[in-house]
């Protein structure tokens, strides 16, 4: 086994995770992000892996997260999109589903949708809900429709026809006649990117793949050219919203399944450093520059979501369950109209960044106020000195209109940027209910373990957790993710009426789909699970229900069993007379990957006692303490440390405040506990 590259590409910096496949070492390195060309930050850490010994032959394995897709959304700035509909149903995206984002205010402003309504056309031809077609496809005047639009300006096309979920074959004969008119025109159909049930998403989800998908196929297409032109050959795998990874060819057409790559591969890597911490229950807490991202994981396994929201917009593929709030080491300290202290969710970013950046930014940040409180005095193992003066004087110009001083107002900043996040934690735990007591809190990112002792504190979390190189833990997670694909079709049925072959027949399919996906993408040893949403007729809401593999007779009585299972486990009851709707089958492909040693290298090698550390002055809750700062490669297993500690590290700084204890374990992570 060569070497492995794992690669998050983030807004402010690009991380690398490096493993060397012979001798088991692990390494990390930190590039600037290039935002306007991000494969330009790709190159140049691979430029420097080069320029370090390691031969381009020996790169083996490259897999990376990117939030390419995802600024491109956010920002809207990918492509100008015409979208092609049945008649009738101009206004899809206008109408949606009709829910306000905040039902009591009396301002509420619906987000416009991604496509202008004089960018939609519709088509003639319908088929019913069975697919059954009442009307004949108008395939002339769609092609027409198409060259319409892109005479008007239009730089990529998405067709999403009424019920092409069932019967894809009007969607097929429009994409065929387009392609072979504008042969270079990038089209979308809903039914090869999700062909599911729910009109508004499964349009908005084929919208937004054709919004990014020509900065994607750029991006993937100057990646390649670069690391070709440096003599690495091997494949570019990209990391999925799932959790999985797939070609960086595959990711280039179906760009929407890379939206959440970056926090879903934070989660992955989670749910192993639980495992090898013997840990299943725990929340994986991403804190980085602009924002923090929670996921739970439980029963040793990270949550799936098919009803993530992605700024302003709906994404119905599957996704790793992971709710965001804007409270980040950039985030920037306000004062709202009414004098109240605000903290997020707009962020100084990495340019000018925060005031102790010393590039220009003026406005005190979450990093400012931990600057000013003496926790942090530099970054990347000193690469990076802060201007700890500057960060004094945000906070303090802050602390006269608050009136307090600079380190009053610091603790302050961290304060309301701990309460935004305890009121989205505390939700999500009690919609799944759990006891945060119950939970250990993994922290990652730049931030994650700077703040997560207090987090930890505010919500009642038992544990917390700081993985051996938690800057870069999102380019490990990319490491450690399976090839994985996730296929859909939609019954809609009573399962009463539902014959054994019929229900086997739908899985065979997807089970069809996905093997031809595996040869694709050449994932030998593959294996395929099937899963329905299941619900009682009446019920507004699917529950996912796993069924057997067992085709054969009896295959409909096995699904109502373990229904009937489920929601038992998850509602308390089960009736057994009440008639039950069979709406989407599933099949989910899962090929696993040589993964590297999670054993931390410098776990159990003899370094220098911690209490030869200096010391330092801090402040923790308002008050002046003397907090022992000790280098994390100088913690040996089964070392414990009492707080307040600075335990410093070339991707971030972790504090142990006082009350709380800390004890490095086999694999490297720092544990962490509360005294009281």
């Not at 998405?158 to 089209?187: K, T």
């Not at 879903?264 to 639980?274: C, H, L, P």
């Not at 931390?600 to 002046?624: C, F, I, L, M």
Request: with cysteine; net charge negative; proline share 6%.
């Amino acid at each position: 086994m060569g070497v492995s590259v794992g690669v998050d590409v983030g807004g402010t910096f690009t991380d690398f995770v490096v493993c060397d496949g012979v001798d088991g070492s692990v390494r990390e390195m930190k590039v600037p992000s290039t935002p306007g060309a991000p494969a330009g930050a790709v190159a140049e850490g691979f430029s420097r892996l080069l320029a370090e010994g390691i031969e381009p032959g020996e790169i083996t394995r490259f897999a990376h997260g990117t939030t390419v897709a995802l600024n491109t959304l956010l920002q809207r700035g990918g492509a100008r999109v015409g979208l092609l509909v049945t008649r009738g149903f101009r206004d899809v995206l206008v109408l949606r589903r009709l829910r306000l984002a905040d039902a009591p205010g009396f301002h509420v402003r619906q987000a416009p949708p991604l496509v202008a309504r004089r960018d939609v056309r519709e088509v003639d031809g319908r088929l019913l809900a069975d697919g059954t077609e009442v009307r004949p496809l108008a395939l002339d005047e769609a092609v027409a429709a198409a060259a319409d639009l892109v005479a008007d300006g239009c730089e990529v096309l998405a067709v999403c026809l009424l019920h092409a979920y069932r019967d894809p074959a009007h969607e097929q004969r429009v994409g065929e006649a387009i392609r072979h008119r504008f042969p270079e025109l990038h089209v979308s159909l809903s039914s090869e990117i999700w062909p599911q049930q729910r009109e508004y998403e499964r349009t908005q989800v084929t919208v937004i793949n054709a919004h990014v998908a020509p900065i994607m196929e750029r991006y993937f297409s100057d990646l390649e050219k670069e690391l070709r032109q440096m003599g690495v050959g091997t494949g570019i795998l990209s990391t999925k919203s799932s959790g999985g990874v797939m070609s960086a060819a595959r990711a280039a057409r179906r760009p929407v399944e890379t939206l959440l790559s970056g926090p879903a591969s934070g989660v992955v890597a989670a749910v192993e450093f639980g495992r090898a911490a013997g840990l299943d229950a725990l929340v994986a807490f991403d804190m980085g520059g602009t924002s923090a991202d929670i996921g739970l994981v439980d029963a040793g396994g990270a949550r799936i979501s098919t009803e993530a929201t992605v700024g302003d917009f709906p994404v119905l593929l599957p996704a790793v369950d992971v709710s965001s709030v804007g409270a980040g080491g950039g985030s920037v300290a306000t004062l709202d109209a009414a004098g109240v202290l605000k903290v997020g969710p707009r962020s100084a970013g990495a340019v000018p960044g925060p005031a102790c950046y010393g590039r220009g930014g003026t406005e005190p940040t979450v990093t400012d106020a931990y600057a000013t409180l003496g926790v942090l005095t530099h970054l990347l193992g000193g690469q990076v000195p802060l201007d700890l003066d500057a960060a004094r004087r945000a906070c303090g110009e802050l602390g006269e209109r608050l009136g307090t001083d600079a380190v009053g107002a610091a603790e302050a900043i961290l304060e309301v940027a701990t309460a935004n996040m305890y009121a989205r934690i505390l939700p999500i735990l009690a919609q799944r209910g759990v006891d945060p007591r119950e939970l250990a809190l993994l922290a990652y990112g730049g931030a994650g373990p700077t703040h997560a002792f207090r987090v930890a504190r505010e919500v009642g979390f038992g544990t917390v957790v700081v993985p051996p190189s938690p800057g870069t833990f999102c380019a490990l997670g990319c490491l450690l993710a399976d090839l994985r694909a996730d296929f859909v079709a939609t019954l809609y049925t009573d399962l009463a009426r539902l014959r054994d072959e019929e229900l086997a027949d739908a899985l065979r399919e997807l089970h069809r789909q996905a093997s031809a996906w595996a040869r694709e993408e050449d994932a030998p040893g593959a294996s395929v699970t099937f899963g329905a949403d299941m619900r009682y007729r009446g019920q507004s809401y699917e529950l996912a229900v796993p069924l057997s593999s067992d085709l054969g007779e009896g295959a409909c009585r096995r699904a109502a069993e373990a229904f009937a299972d489920t929601h038992q486990r998850v509602y308390g009851y089960a009736d057994p007379d009440a008639a039950i709707e069979v709406v989407n089958v599933r099949a989910q492909l899962l090929a696993p990957i040589a993964k590297p040693s999670l054993l931390h290298p410098g776990a159990g090698s003899a370094r220098p006692d911690a209490s030869q550390a200096e010391r330092r002055t801090v402040y923790a809750g308002g008050s002046a303490v003397t907090a022992l700062v000790v280098d994390r490669s100088s913690l040996v297993p089964g070392g414990q440390l009492e707080g307040p500690v600075v335990v410093t590290q070339y991707d971030t700084t972790t504090f142990v405040p006082p009350g709380a204890v800390v004890e490095t374990d086999a694999v490297g992570n720092l544990i962490g506990r509360f005294d009281d």
